[in-house]
């Protein structure tokens, strides 16, 4: 007879360090006299963990989720490549049920992380901005799917390479995103043609923009139409990030430098 867990075993041998993912206190502590390095990937460090990554969304796309600690713990030197870490994380719900096994590697990097920690506009705004989006995915507007296109940062360039497809009702107003009653004023006009332009730090600088960026050198997945394609292309002309939500898959997309790093479906939110 061989013990399951010797079998096991190997998932956890010789590891350089222990992921824990959106651990409970006590769950944390019985990891306090570990021999390898533990980090603690969560949405908000309770256990006072050192050192810890903070993580903006729960993805519910496990991949996502350790994408992001790994990006973030290589940001922060805690890991490189070549070194192999164990991850605890959650699949069915919130407490950590399951082990995965990752070999850090520098062709990995998705830019997950880098999509929220080191986009032009703030950290907290990106995060704002997708949380709108997730809820007028769920949502949608009066029971209709509904499409969005928000443009995230460098906002001066952004405006420079766009132009107004009718009045901007968001012209003399200071109102940033995040804000509750801004969020129902976006999904409001979300029902309306073009993007929504904000600043760095949240600002809503403009409804209603056309964009016309030059969609050279512009890597977006087959399929997705000119709400995609002009989201994608600005974030190649500018230092903009795009938050695009589709009206006809349902799905809202992030793309940043041109490219699409992250693809999440709302109902999982
Ligand atoms: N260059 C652009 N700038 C701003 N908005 C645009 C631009 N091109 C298209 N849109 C907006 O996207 C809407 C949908 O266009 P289209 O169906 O081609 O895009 P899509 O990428 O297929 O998006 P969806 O998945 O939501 O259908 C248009 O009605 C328009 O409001
Ligand atoms: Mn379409």
Redesign the pocket.
Known sequence: MVALSEILDDLVSDVDGLFLFTPSHSHYERFADLDVPTVVIAPENTVEAEPFVELPLQFQNVKDRIRFGVEGAMEQNIVEAGDDIACNVGIFGGDPDSVVRVRVEENMRSGIYDLFANSRADPGVIRDVFEVAIELGKKGQKGEPV?A?FIVGDAGNVMNK?RP?SYNPFEKSHVYVGDPIVNVMLKEFSR????FVISDSGKIVSAY????PSAEGVDIPKG????????GAITRDTNATAI??????GLVRAFKGGKMILEIDPEDY
Do not use: C, I, K, N
């Not at 309306?192 to 993007?195: H, I, P, R, S, V």
């Not at 923009?209 to 016309?212: N, T």
């Not at 695009?244 to 898959?249: A, H, P």
């Open positions: 499409g296109l766009s497809l309306l043609d073009g993007a923009r056309y964009l016309e997705l139409g000119a709400r995609h394609m002009a989201g695009v939500l589709s009206e006809s898959d």
